[in-house]
């Protein structure tokens, strides 16, 4: 039980004030009825009460004081007739982080005319509220502490937020309503606490990101209103996120403090509008990065904090992820050091606790998500890499008492609590730009020092329908005032607004028209480009129109493309590009490409971490990317450093540059108004998936299989294994580089109806499996063989077809027509100019002249030499080829991958 201690000084003052006010004989009475032993509790009093010792009434604030008497205890409870009250002795009293020692004053002893009763039973009542209230003061202290994660400098922007069940929620944000709501959820926290006899307090804090990528509204003043919010909205802690690298963190540093920019560094409103900044009061932690090769952080940011919540520190950590280098321009983190998340909360987790600091919160720009960690099911609903840094971190040091993460940058809504060795972790993220914030709610005992159980907390979004806050408002409207005059103007039209949203291939309508433009604006710069690229990450926003439906504005377009990278024209080798391509599928697709000037396709892999790769990559004259060949590509300076992840950009040759792709953006926009172009794009299948099972059924001819095949030659997936197995039969071979391939049949015995199973197993292990049937083998007539068995057709439609064993007609000679007599068997073939034999006479035989009284007319019907002939053996050749066995093929996957 908590504070047993003064409980049971309780009980003592009240039985005195019983045996005080009752006759003993009521008191004998009643402990005769229930006979209720003393409990063990009762039994180890101090002794210092058994000895007549005045019960101490000051708080214990120390632990150790607490427990230091438990070993001495008195047997029982005297009756009130045999204490005498003596003196006290002074109690030392210890306070944390102080050498002072506070001395209580004594209880004097009585010398005085013994009381009468009122007067004892005001001074009991005045000694048990002296016992009574040290449990005050140990209550359990409540605390809130509220989070936002990605704002990207989202003062007047709204967003949607469509939550796992399918709920899609609307019009979310602004940083006036994020204000009220945050204020109305302290109020109401506040309330309750005192209601329930507690004392409170309240921290915000920011998890990075909170500028960078941001509408114009923020973004063409240098993200400094921003920075002003946050002061406004009273924002306590905050740690870094990849975006406060987007200008380098020389810059982030100097809008924080409000100090002015360089003369003449920005445009003039820009450099007026900085007079009006004078910093925040949000003080930044950021424990894993460092100056390169030190262990300095820079400028001078600290790697924690302890806030101290009514004599309960709390420590704040924060980290940011260590995959900076594929989020960030290179000249912005060449000169830092990513430190490892786990081993930096140990480290620091360690410090805190060696300073008394039980209570810790993690501030982390790293990814998590409300779903079980598949790598360790048993740690509770949360995934992501919040997960497993917290895996990593519990079985290096389980006692780390990290008691709440609130997470960001993959803008998710996040409430799990991941399940440690020693104590359980909740995870929190807001989702993001201001959409909706983490309202956590904990109690911290004042006795360990820590959170009494793992806190709780809700996501709270920040829905239309409440007054903005004042302040924030009119700071918000103020800095509209500034950007409006460019943002409003009129740039281009469109049949409505353009999606960045991606199909199951990864490919949006805007990725499309973005990259369109970059490809025009570099050919217009006078470059022969192939293509242009550009990483999805770099699309911020749909491409949205005003209310008109059609009109987009200079605002609009900058909201889509904020960042200003400047776009790199590069050489590369077709087999760079191709690496590129793939590595979208590195991590499940985690970062992918948007493009132009190409088509490719996609199937399964064997490839470890990649599930996909590319098929084929076709230009847009049809021909095929050549591997060995140099092509001229768009991209960004972003991922021509690797940014994304992009490996094979850093191979590229740069052949110069060109505007920033917010400005290449806006002009392709306007070049398209000043044409009366409509835009209307769409997603055109710039990359198209087929299976695996496909890809090598398609690729693989077979012949017919008779029962005299003795090699079955065809063709298939280059280098795959073709198999073909009958019972307990199996051959095999390996197709060539293109493909072909034998397969030895001369050792099998095969049966017409027989059903072979012919497995192609391509290089990465897929596999596709066809039923072949055994078919029964068909002889095609040469010269002087006999006529085709029954069922085939007649040579040509409406003769009469040969008698069985008649020959066929050699080489040169005309098909008999309709009506004429067949030659017998035996009768020689007429030459050319000799009369037709009637019914039963010889033929002539060879060199025999016609008879020249036959008429021309007569002579005609004689037959002839030449290409008739021809096309009765061709129809013969036709009908035969025709009469073949079908292969059916069935298709099944029979390896997984490698």
């Keep these: 039980?908590?504070?047993?201690?003064?409980?049971?000084?309780?009980?003592?003052?009240?039985?005195?004030?019983?045996?005080?006010?009752?006759?003993?004989?009521?008191?004998?009475?009643?402990?005769?009825?229930?006979?209720?032993?003393?409990?063990?509790?009762?039994?180890?009093?101090?002794?210092?009460?058994?000895?007549?010792?005045?019960?101490?009434?000051?708080?214990?604030?120390?632990?150790?004081?607490?427990?230091?008497?438990?070993?001495?205890?008195?047997?029982?409870?005297?009756?009130?007739?045999?204490?005498?009250?003596?003196?006290?002795?002074?109690?030392?009293?210890?306070?944390?982080?102080?050498?002072?020692?506070?001395?209580?004053?004594?209880?004097?002893?009585?010398?005085?005319?013994?009381?009468?009763?009122?007067?004892?039973?005001?001074?009991?009542?005045?000694?048990?509220?002296?016992?009574?209230?040290?449990?005050?003061?140990?209550?359990?202290?409540?605390?809130?502490?509220?989070?936002?994660?990605?704002?990207?400098?989202?003062?007047?922007?709204?967003?949607?937020?469509?939550?796992?069940?399918?709920?899609?929620?609307?019009?979310?944000?602004?940083?006036?309503?994020?204000?009220?709501?945050?204020?109305?959820?302290?109020?109401?926290?506040?309330?309750?606490?005192?209601?329930?006899?507690?004392?409170?307090?309240?921290?915000?804090?920011?998890?990075?990101?909170?500028?960078?990528?941001?509408?114009?509204?923020?973004?063409?003043?240098?993200?400094?209103?921003?920075?002003?919010?946050?002061?406004?909205?009273?924002?306590?802690?905050?740690?870094?996120?990849?975006?406060?690298?987007?200008?380098?963190?020389?810059?982030?540093?100097?809008?924080?403090?409000?100090?002015?920019?360089?003369?003449?560094?920005?445009?003039?409103?820009?450099?007026?509008?900085?007079?009006?900044?004078?910093?925040?009061?949000?003080?930044?932690?950021?424990?894993?990065?460092?100056?390169?090769?030190?262990?300095?952080?820079?400028?001078?940011?600290?790697?924690?904090?302890?806030?101290?919540?009514?004599?309960?520190?709390?420590?704040?950590?924060?980290?940011?992820?260590?995959?900076?280098?594929?989020?960030?321009?290179?000249?912005?983190?060449?000169g830092y050091d990513f430190l490892d998340e786990a081993e930096t909360i140990e480290k620091y987790s360690k410090e805190l606790k060696a300073k008394g600091v039980e209570a810790i919160v993690v501030l982390a720009h790293v990814s998590a998500l409300s779903t079980p960690n598949k790598d360790n099911p048993e740690a509770g609903n949360v995934g992501g890499d919040v997960a497993t840094i917290l895996g990593t971190l519990d079985k290096k040091y389980p006692e780390h008492s990290v008691d709440a993460v609130f997470s960001g940058h993959n803008h998710q809504a996040v409430d799990g609590v991941f399940n440690g060795t020693n104590s359980d972790t909740l995870v929190v993220q807001s989702s993001s730009s201001g959409k909706g914030f983490v309202n956590l709610i904990g109690e911290l005992n004042p006795t360990t020092k820590d959170f009494a159980e793992t806190p709780s907390a809700d996501v709270i979004f920040v829905e239309p329908g409440k007054t903005p806050e004042p302040n924030v408002d009119k700071l918000v409207k103020d800095t509209e005032k500034i950007v409006d005059v460019i943002t409003q103007e009129k740039i281009g039209t469109a049949s409505g607004d353009i999606s960045r949203e991606v199909n199951e291939y990864k490919e949006s309508a805007l990725g499309n028209f973005i990259t369109d433009g970059q490809l025009k604006a570099a050919r217009d710069w006078g470059y022969k480009a192939d293509f242009a690229m550009t990483n999805n990450g770099g699309i911020r926003d749909n491409l949205k129109v005003k209310e008109d439906g059609k009109t987009i504005s200079w605002g609009a377009a900058q909201a889509t493309q904020p960042f200003g990278n400047l776009l790199q024209i590069v050489e590369m080798k077709g087999s760079d590009v191709l690496q590129v391509l793939n590595e979208q599928y590195d991590g499940g697709q985690k970062y992918f490409l948007q493009l132009s000037g190409l088509t490719y396709r996609f199937t399964e892999t064997s490839v470890e971490g990649q599930e996909y790769g590319v098929l084929d990559v076709t230009l847009p004259d049809g021909s095929s990317l050549d591997l060995n060949k140099t092509y001229t590509v768009v991209i960004n300076d972003f991922i021509l450093g690797g940014g994304d992840g992009f490996a094979g950009f850093t191979k590229a040759t740069k052949l110069g540059e060109i505007d920033p792709d917010t400005d290449i953006f806006i002009s392709y926009i306007k070049d398209l108004e000043s044409k009366g172009v409509i835009i209307d794009t769409k997603v055109e299948g710039r990359k198209q998936y087929i299976s695996i099972e496909s890809v090598i059924k398609d690729a693989t001819t077979l012949p017919e299989l008779t029962e005299k095949t003795k090699e079955l030659v065809g063709v298939t997936v280059p280098k795959a294994t073709v198999e073909m197995a009958l019972r307990k039969t199996v051959i095999s071979t390996v197709a060539d580089d293109k493909g072909n391939f034998t397969l030895d049949l001369s050792s099998l015995n095969l049966k017409v109806d027989d059903v072979w199973k012919l497995t192609v197993i391509n290089p990465d292990g897929f596999a596709i499996e066809l039923d072949v049937t055994v078919i029964a083998a068909k002889e095609i007539p040469v010269e002087g063989d006999k006529t085709p068995v029954d069922g085939d057709k007649t040579p040509v439609e409406g003769d009469k077809t040969p008698v069985d064993g008649d020959k066929m007609p050699v080489d040169g000679d005309k098909i008999p027509v309709d009506g004429d007599k067949i030659p017998v068997d035996g009768d020689k073939i007429p030459v050319d100019g000799d009369k037709t034999p009637v019914d039963g006479d010889k033929m002539p035989v060879d060199g025999d002249k016609n008879d020249s009284s036959v008429s021309e007319e007569e002579q005609g019907k004689l037959p002839q030499t030449g290409s008739q002939n021809l096309g009765l053996f061709s129809l013969i050749g036709i009908a035969f080829a025709g009469s073949g066995a079908v292969i059916l093929f069935k298709q099944k996957k029979l390896a997984s991958k490698k």
């Design 1 to 334: 039980m908590k504070n047993w201690r003064q409980f049971i000084q309780s009980l003592v003052v009240l039985g005195y004030v019983s045996t005080t006010l009752v006759s003993p004989v009521v008191t004998v009475l009643a402990v005769g009825e229930n006979e209720v032993d003393p409990s063990p509790q009762v039994e180890k009093l101090d002794a210092t009460i058994d000895s007549e010792e005045t019960i101490d009434s000051a708080p214990i604030q120390d632990e150790k004081v607490v427990n230091e008497d438990n070993n001495s205890a008195s047997d029982t409870v005297t009756s009130e007739k045999d204490v005498e009250i003596e003196p006290a002795e002074p109690t030392e009293v210890l306070k944390e982080d102080s050498e002072e020692i506070k001395t209580e004053p004594k209880i004097e002893e009585e010398t005085t005319e013994p009381k009468t009763n009122e007067e004892e039973v005001e001074a009991t009542v005045s000694t048990a509220k002296m016992a009574i209230e040290p449990l005050a003061a140990d209550k359990n202290i409540a605390l809130q502490i509220m989070g936002i994660n990605d704002f990207h400098g989202a003062l007047n922007t709204t967003g949607t937020y469509y939550a796992p069940d399918g709920t899609r929620l609307r019009s979310l944000g602004t940083a006036p309503l994020l204000a009220t709501y945050m204020n109305e959820a302290e109020q109401a926290f506040k309330a309750t606490a005192i209601e329930n006899g507690l004392k409170a307090d309240s921290i915000r804090v920011d998890s990075g990101d909170r500028v960078g990528a941001s509408p114009a509204v923020s973004g063409l003043l240098q993200d400094e209103p921003t920075i002003r919010a946050y002061k406004a909205m009273g924002f306590d802690i905050g740690t870094l996120g990849n975006h406060e690298f987007d200008e380098g963190l020389a810059e982030y540093y100097r809008i924080t403090k409000g100090i002015a920019p360089e003369a003449g560094k920005f445009k003039d409103y820009v450099m007026e509008y900085s007079k009006k900044n004078d910093g925040d009061n949000m003080e930044i932690v950021i424990a894993n990065v460092v100056d390169k090769g030190t262990a300095n952080i820079p400028y001078n940011w600290k790697p924690y904090t302890v806030k101290e919540v009514d004599g309960v520190k709390v420590g704040f950590i924060g980290i940011v992820t260590t995959d900076i280098p594929n989020l960030v321009l290179k000249q912005h983190y060449l």
